[in-house]
């Protein structure tokens, strides 16, 4: 199972650009900063035009010097009279059920009066092939029903380009005993030919963009792990790519928008020839492939409205925290697969706690390295490039990161926060509730 990727590294912070806070003039450092994006791949022609324009006209507009940009609403604040204001709530995904305790998968900020729904699986069916055996989805919906942030399982599968070895992958897997067989695919592949037809069915498919941003920062980190294992020659290599697909279908009889995104790593190992077997050579001339559909999700609104809601998309894509102990003992579990008795359950508890005891020195510079994954993620939905901030809670001391970009940010001490670009706005006045500011933490 791959993991849900973390939060923020530095070349993000360098492409930070809030292109509708222009000053009188165009601001030579968006410029640059747009300028940046683009090279990097992030921006794709049209839409680096399409900014650079809106740069001109933000700063064009009567009045427009110095006047910060109003995020698109999220959770209408009610009572509060400026724009920009997000109402967000914490929520915690649990695991009910694989170490013996409840323990937390990931954290992340959602619309207060969002409705959530989250699953972890452990499915016993997939021992053959442990990367999918832990199953996480995820959902946050709005009251109306048609905006949404969902997320879908990693799937893994092998393949090889040996003729005669390929109905052996397929007995493994109707033995269980192995992953299953299917030839390899490149992300758009995955998302049309696996995704759509599992979670959007019915889902007519349009546009595909590739995220650069996104393989390049996933591409490093994977083969910094696997490094190694290449050296020694028992791998060949491993590639990555990132799409985004746009999809259109119906929610309640309502069109609907939506992004569908996805990540594909595939790991090339070599293996011995059968037919060179079969007359006593041993000659690793073929190639087995282990491919992984990833970082799966989707962003939906109404139709023509997509666009307008990437700022909140953003914001909760750059709020996902995953827990660094449970990804360190999933993979633990991972590893140690086929040493799992009937006493599973005890085993795992152990791995836990293993896990838990160890993961600031073990798993804390892989934690760091995979930070820009995700914010590459956010942008990909984002016309605003956001990094995370961090704050300290007044009531409890506790850190907690938030997405950049904003002038303040309160806390209520309920889970719930709010974050806001005017200057103006105060919760405690405007709602007459309990709400105390967060403070920025300095870098």
């Not at 360098?14 to 921006?43: C, H, N, S, T, V």
Request: hydrophobic share 40%.
């Amino acid at each position: 199972m791959k993991r849900f990727a973390d939060a923020r590294a530095a070349i993000v912070a360098m492409l930070f650009l809030r292109a509708a806070a222009a000053l009188a003039a165009p601001d030579p450092e968006k410029l640059r900063a747009l300028d940046a994006a683009y090279q990097a791949g992030i921006l794709g022609k049209e839409e680096y035009e399409a900014k650079k324009r809106e740069l001109g006209r933000s700063a064009a507009a009567p009045g427009s010097k110095g006047t910060p940009a109003a995020a698109p609403s999220a959770a209408p604040v009610v009572g509060a009279k400026s724009a920009g204001v997000y109402r967000m709530r914490l929520v915690r995904v649990m695991d009910k059920q694989g170490f013996g305790e409840p323990v937390e998968v990931f954290r992340m900020l959602v619309p207060s009066d969002w409705k959530v729904e989250d699953s972890v699986q452990w499915d016993a069916t997939q021992m053959g092939c442990p990367a999918n055996i832990v199953k996480i989805t995820f959902r946050a919906t709005a009251p109306d029903g048609l905006m949404a942030f969902e997320s879908f399982p990693a799937y893994t599968w092998q393949w090889t380009d040996d003729p005669m070895m390929q109905p052996i992958l397929q007995q493994q897997a109707a033995n269980r005993t192995g992953c299953p067989p299917h030839p390899v695919l490149d992300a758009t592949n995955f998302v049309r030919n696996l995704v759509i037809p599992a979670v959007r069915r019915g889902a007519q498919m349009g546009a595909v963009e590739p995220v650069p941003g996104v393989a390049q920062a996933e591409q490093r980190v994977l083969t910094q792990q696997v490094q190694p294992l290449i050296q020694a020659g028992y791998m060949r290599g491993i590639r990555v790519d990132a799409v985004k697909a746009r999809l259109g279908y119906t929610v309640a009889g309502r069109e609907v928008d939506e992004w569908m995104s996805a990540t594909v790593a595939v790991t090339v190992m070599p293996t011995a020839n059968t037919a060179d077997l079969m007359q006593g050579n041993m000659n690793y001339s073929s190639s087995t492939y282990t491919v992984t559909g990833y970082n799966v999700f989707g962003v939906r609104a109404p139709k023509g409205e997509l666009e307008a809601k990437s700022g909140l998309f953003a914001t909760m894509v750059t709020s996902v925290r995953p827990n660094p102990a449970y990804t360190a003992a999933i993979a633990r579990f991972q590893s140690s697969i086929n040493k799992i008795n009937s006493d599973a359950a005890r085993d795992r508890h152990r791995i836990w706690q293993e896990a838990n005891a160890s993961i600031q020195n073990t798993w804390r510079e892989t934690v760091r390295q995979r930070q820009e994954v995700q914010d590459r993620q956010a942008e990909q939905f984002s016309q605003v490039i956001r990094g995370v901030e961090v704050y300290s809670d007044p009531r409890t001391q506790e850190r907690i990161e938030l997405s950049s970009g904003y002038r303040n940010a309160w806390t209520n001490g309920k889970g719930e926060y709010i974050l806001s670009d005017s200057v103006n706005f105060n919760p405690s006045v405007e709602l007459q509730e309990d709400w105390r500011q967060l403070k920025r933490e300095e870098r």
